[in-house]
């Protein structure tokens, strides 16, 4: 059964920090990972990675895919208190109508 | 583990049948959620309990019933459906409702609807 684990569960820092938020995960026939930022009551969609080794990056966000150890990583550098959030991650597989697998998500808290 | 369960991981169905989703949660959440997730399109948010009261409804088509008897368990009882309803239903729950300062939230594995 695909599965998306994503650590840690949560995560309390100040303002100014740079945090790494990880996901990995065990699926078959892999398509495509997604992340999204949950700070209201539905996920915003921040970045979609296909391929290995290439960093995507909007603003002060990154996040790049390794496909040889099964991760992902999501980079926020120069956190704010707007970046307290939910950050989920999730699994797109050729199985099952391209249907997603989500890990648990990472609480993140940006204090000022 | 996240503490919220569904049942079951995958369902298929026919456009005639009835079937019902569950979701569990044995975290002393007070709000409930069910969410849409469809091929290649972002994250609907369906439904939302607090202490067991519907406060939200997305223009969620009736074919879609939600109940939610306690604050430990939301069902989507679903019949007469689309093939366009296919799709991954997640539920998820909250200690309060999602807000400016509460975005502690726990999702579930999720259920797999195919409709044929």
């Known amino acids: 059964e695909d599965k998306v684990v994503q650590s840690p569960l949560s995560l309390v820092v100040h303002e100014g920090d740079t945090v790494t938020l990880n996901c990995s995960y065990e699926?078959?026939?892999?398509?495509?990972l997604l992340w999204y930022k949950q700070e209201k009551k539905a996920p915003t969609f921040l970045f979609m990675l296909t391929s290995s080794g290439i960093e995507k990056k909007s603003g002060r966000l990154s996040s790049i895919l390794d496909k040889k150890e099964l991760f992902s990583i999501l980079n926020i550098t120069a956190t704010q208190t707007g970046d307290s959030a939910i950050y989920l991650c999730?699994?797109?597989?050729?199985?099952?109508?391209?249907?997603?697998?989500f890990g648990g998500g990472t609480r993140l808290m940006v204090k000022p | 583990e996240t503490g919220v369960t569904q049942t079951p991981r995958h369902l298929v169905m026919g456009m005639t049948n009835k079937k019902s989703l569950k979701c569990e949660q044995h975290l002393g959440h007070n709000a409930m959620y069910w969410y849409k997730q469809s091929a290649k399109k972002p994250l609907e948010l369906m439904f939302v309990y607090n202490f067991k009261e519907q406060t939200e409804n997305n223009s969620v088509p009736s074919r879609f019933s939600p109940e939610c008897p306690n604050s430990s368990h939301l069902f989507l009882h679903l019949h007469t459906l689309q093939p366009e309803d296919s799709a991954l239903y997640l539920c998820a729950s909250s200690p309060q409702l999602l807000g400016a300062d509460q975005y502690e939230q726990y999702f579930g594995p999720g259920t797999r609807l195919t409709v044929t």
């Open positions: 999730a699994v797109e597989s050729y199985n099952a109508g391209n249907m997603l697998t």
């Open positions: 699926v078959t026939n892999f398509r495509s």
